[in-house]
Each structure stands twice: as C-alpha cells, then as structure tokens.
C-alpha cells in the first residue's frame, strides 16, 4: 500500500474520516476555504521561488480562486472580493519584502535562504510490523541553506504564538524521516525550517471599500512585515523521528488488515462528535449521521488518482 503523512494524520483523527476519504475515495465538491488559501500561498511560493513575474502569478492565483470558490460564496462575492484581496497582498508583500533577501548570497539576514531545491517529490519502502512491505511518498516544499540544510516548510495561519511547539509537528517529522530514508533525498538535513505566513488581523471598517482596505492592508503589511512573515527553526531528536516511523509501521499494519477483511470496521473519534467538533473539523459529518448515495452524488465527488500528494501542501495550521 501507498501512504503519505496526510493519510496516516486522517486515520489517526478519525478512522471513519479515514474511511470516506481514502477507502470510499471521495471528497467534497465545495472545498474548506482555509485550504483554498493554503494551497494557493503553496502555489504561488513555488513559482516566486521558480523566478516567475509576481503579476503573472498573482494573475493566475486570482483565476484558480475565483474557479473554485463561485460556488462556496454564492451570491457573496464581496466576501469573495475580500478574501482574494488579503491573499494578493500577502502574496506582494512577500514578493518585495522577503524573497528579496532570500536571492541576496551574501545577505546579513540570519534567516535568509539559499534555495537547494522546491516541490521534491520522494519514496521510500519500508516494512510494517507483520513484515508486509509500503511505500511512504510525498513532497517537501523547499529544501535550503541557511546556517545548514533545513526543510522548509511554508504555513499560513491566522494566530501565531512564540509558544507554539513546532517540535510536536509531525509532518514536519514525517519529512525528516524522509530526508534519512529516501533515495531521491540525498541530503544531510538539520531539521525543519517554517516559513509562516500570517493571515491579515485588521478588518474591514464600517462604509471602508474594499479599495480602501486594500491601500491600508498594503501599508500595514509594510509597517509590520515581522508579524506577516515569520520564520522558525526547529529540530527533531533521534527519539521523535523512530517514534513517528514506528507509528507509521503500526498503522500501516492495521490499515493493511483492513483491506483484507471482507467487514472492515473504520471508527468515530469520539471526541469528534463531542460539542459538536465534527461540524467544524469533519467534512463528512453528513455521512457520518446516515450513509446515504443519494448524499453522496448531491455533495461530493471521486478524487482524482494523483490528488494526495497534491493535498500534502494543503495542510495548514489550525485558524
């Protein structure tokens, strides 16, 4: 069997979410709006860091999200207006505030980078504990020098705290276990560098256009570029990487039996459904009250053969 961090990450949350996503192969037609802007941040960072023009980026950025949101804001288009203003002007702001002193060699900046590689694909076989044989695959990033060889890893998150535990990031583990176990990752890595995008705090004034946000959002960006961009180092331990491999062993274990049996039972996470957790963190919760084709044909869809890796650089942070 295949596996990627995203899949182990839903069977661990919920068995049942595990299930209607990787087994049954469907998602929701209507997409989270958190990972709209994630995935679009994701894109757009790979082709700043590729040399492409930021208006042609941010040109294209503004036709994927207008495509894949029409049906989520309806007749809100404002909203809409609003939501692609925020993601537009973070996106030039890292364009002439950051990535500049990243393509500056000898720059004075300790937190500059010195870009290896984007998007690297990897795999890598491994066995789990009866012996049955997997592959892990995924994709990382970035990969840059900066005071050594870190795995960089964009984020966009609307809080951001300095007491965030980065080190209990398992992706973030999940890519150093890749970076001593794949063969396509040749590289002796120090640990993972997070390269943190801050969603805007300022909010639309009462009678303000959307023009006129926009004018003082940009002047905000300006005048506190460290609260938008925020950049963290953080190692793991020899200890943290053979617990994340073993889990990995383990679950693939279990997963693999299950698709062997002929009545699979795949779980509620019981603190999903608690205070209603599943209606925020679920996007299957529908199908979770009652199993239902009819629903399923209104309300999802099938996902495509190669959509998991892609989903990989749509993890954010919890906003």
């Not at 890749?178 to 705090?201: C, F, H, M, T």
Request: proline content about 3%.
């Amino acid at each position: 069997m295949d596996f990627t961090y995203s899949r182990i990450r839903k069977y661990k949350s919920c068995p049942k979410k595990y299930y209607f996503s990787e087994v049954e192969g469907i998602k929701p037609k209507i997409t989270d709006e958190k990972l709209i802007v994630g995935s679009q941040v994701h894109y757009a960072l790979e082709r700043i860091y590729r040399g492409d023009s930021i208006v042609d980026i941010i040109g294209d950025v503004r036709e994927k999200f207008l495509e894949v949101t029409d049906e989520m804001f309806d007749e809100e288009k404002d909203e809409q207006e609003f939501a692609l203003i925020k993601i537009e002007e973070l996106l030039k702001g890292y364009y002439d505030l950051v990535y500049p002193l990243d393509m500056e060699p000898n720059s004075d900046v300790v937190k500059a980078l010195d870009i290896i590689d984007t998007e690297a694909e990897f795999s890598f076989k491994f066995e789990d504990i009866g012996g049955v044989e997997h592959n892990f695959k995924g994709k990382i990033d970035m990969l840059a020098r900066t005071n050594g060889l870190w795995i960089v890893e964009h984020k966009t998150t609307a809080q951001w705290s300095d007491n965030n535990n980065l080190k209990l990031d398992e992706q973030g583990t999940s890519y150093m276990l890749a970076a001593e176990s794949s063969p396509q990752l040749d590289y002796d890595v120090k640990g993972v560098l997070y390269n943190i995008i801050r969603k805007p705090s300022i909010r639309l004034r009462k009678n303000e256009t959307l023009d006129e946000y926009r004018k003082r959002l940009y002047g905000d960006i300006r005048e506190r570029p460290d609260f938008y961009y925020i950049r963290e180092f953080s190692t793991r331990s020899y200890n943290q990487i053979k617990e994340f491999y073993d889990e990995l062993r383990y679950i693939s274990h279990q997963l693999h039996k299950k698709s062997e049996s002929e009545k699979p039972i795949y779980y509620r996470n019981p603190a999903y459904m608690s205070f209603g957790q599943c209606n925020i963190m679920c996007d299957y919760t529908d199908l979770c009250i009652e199993y239902d084709e009819q629903l399923v044909e209104e309300l999802y869809e099938r996902k495509e053969q190669n959509e998991e890796l892609e989903q990989e650089v749509s993890d954010v942070f919890k906003i």
